[in-house]
């Protein structure tokens, strides 16, 4: 894994041959007059010229005449932390952390959502750019590629978080999320457990998902095991729609049930508590959950959670130094792998005799 200290390079130079509006408008099959009102009136045009407008714009990378020297060389102080939800709040214990660094440095975040949806991603980093933001956090590895185009014609530096970019193709901080789920699935195979459950937040724009996922079947087939596809469910992060994700696997066949349920985080498997309390299933003597991110949620349980701990705040700490020192031109760590650990509560055991 790459850990080298590299220079910040500077922003890319504004071609000779930057677009017009006159080519979004042709592209665009609209007037040079849309075109403007889309950029600073949208109101008043209709959501499908808009539309049309605005990929044109994507596609040939326009700037509007005199925005780009603004945007490169004016200093807004700002950082944008743009997060897939709000309703998660390992999100905003990350955001907070990095927010304590960059205050003592006189920047400030704007925090932006895009609900797992990478095109809306891109739209609000295109609209925080506009406004002057000068970099950016982005949560994950999976992202529209023009997402990446988009801030290198604007010269604005950018970290993801939350996993490691292998390839070194892009600046990142995080963790494995796959070693830590198959070091997870690995101990729970040691306890004697060969039925297995997973609840896992939907993998559409989620690479942290997936990948939690992936450790859980490289473990398992490691082990000669399997994951039936009926004893995986997905859904939102949510304790009513986890809730009801785990009330699906206690519906199976007593003798199919899994007798340890994988959560890929603490809000699938404190939903999967509540539903085993609901149908009187005993945790951990009937069957074991476990989590991921260690948060209070599911230490305060009853019984206590067994969780992968995994860097939150210090990935928010060491995004913020990242940036602040590419906007200041200093070396800095392009990828930062961080550590996690396996916190071992009550809510695991050996599977009953009768598995």
């Not at 403007?36 to 005449?65: F, G, W």
């Not at 609900?115 to 809306?120: E, I, P, S, T």
């Not at 990948?211 to 997905?234: F, I, N, T």
């Not at 939102?236 to 994700?245: G, N, R």
Request: glycine share 8%; charged share 20%; aromatic share 6%.
């Amino acid at each position: 894994m790459p850990s080298d200290l590299a220079p910040e390079t500077p922003a890319p130079a504004v071609a000779a041959s930057r677009p017009s509006a006159k080519d979004v408008a042709r592209l665009a099959g609209v007037s040079t007059a849309t075109v403007s009102r889309v950029l600073n009136t949208p109101e008043q045009v209709d959501v499908h010229t808009q539309q049309l407008v605005r990929e044109a714009v994507t596609k040939l990378r326009y700037v509007p005449h005199g925005a780009a020297r603004a945007l490169r060389s004016a200093r807004s102080q700002m950082i944008g932390a743009v997060v897939p939800s709000f309703d998660y709040a390992l999100y905003a214990r990350t955001t907070s952390a990095m927010q304590t660094v960059l205050d003592a440095k006189g920047y400030s975040v704007v925090l932006a959502e895009h609900h797992y949806d990478l095109k809306a991603e891109l739209r609000t980093t295109e609209q925080l750019i506009r406004h002057g933001v000068d970099a950016f956090v982005f949560v994950g590895l999976d992202h529209d590629p023009a997402l990446f185009t988009m801030l290198e014609n604007y010269g604005r530096p950018y970290v993801l978080t939350w996993g490691v970019d292998t390839n070194g193709r892009h600046p990142s901080i995080g963790f494995d999320n796959r070693a830590a789920t198959f070091a997870l699935t690995r101990h729970l195979i040691g306890m004697g457990h060969r039925r297995f459950g997973l609840l896992s937040a939907y993998t559409q724009g989620n690479d942290r998902a997936s990948e939690r996922g992936a450790g859980v079947r490289a473990a398992l087939s490691q082990a000669g095991l399997s994951l039936p596809e009926d004893c995986v469910a997905y859904g939102a992060i949510d304790l009513v729609t986890t809730t009801a994700m785990m009330r699906g696997l206690l519906r199976l066949d007593p003798a199919r049930r899994p007798t340890a349920v994988i959560g890929t985080n603490d809000i699938f498997a404190v939903g999967a508590m509540l539903a085993c309390r609901e149908a009187g299933v005993r945790i951990p003597h009937d069957i074991s959950v476990t989590g991921c991110d260690n948060t209070d949620l599911g230490a305060t349980q009853t019984p206590s959670l067994t969780s992968i701990r995994t860097p939150i705040t210090e990935v928010g700490r060491a995004a913020a130094e990242q940036v602040i020192a590419r906007l200041e031109g200093r070396p800095f760590q392009r990828s930062m792998l961080l550590p996690f650990d396996i916190v071992i509560r009550d809510s695991v055991g050996p599977p009953p005799p009768t598995a």
